[in-house]
Nanobody
């Protein structure tokens, strides 16, 4: 099983920025990404990145969020700028590896209006 440690969530005013990090316990050759779940809603894709650096974003975050990964550190990042109230959610890291799909414990992001 791959262990994931997330960090970087918190409370921020609308228009502000946060950076999430997720460190994996081993080398990840599959995609890495971030999902989020707001209260009363289903978990949804935010962004993914392949080992080669190809990225994919939800339409709602395009132009505001940037996903990146450091393969040497087995870490994926999510830089979130111009945050909106509707970005408030628990953000989960996800990686695909030899162990299958693994999820982090989640980190709360709260954007105050």
């Amino acid at each position: 099983q791959v262990q994931l440690v997330e960090s970087g969530g918190g409370l921020v005013q609308a228009g502000g920025s946060l950076r999430l990090s997720c460190a994996a316990s081993g080398s990840i050759f599959g995609s890495m990404g971030w999902y989020r779940q707001a209260p009363g809603k289903q978990r949804e894709l935010v962004a993914t990145v392949t080992r080669g650096g190809t990225t994919n974003y939800a339409d709602s975050v395009k132009g505001r969020f940037t996903i990146s990964r450091d393969n040497a550190k087995n870490t994926v990042y999510l830089q979130m700028n111009s945050l909106k109230f509707e970005d408030t959610a628990v953000y989960y890291c996800n990686v695909n590896s030899w162990a299958g799909s693994s999820w982090g414990q989640g980190t709360q992001v709260t954007v105050s209006s």
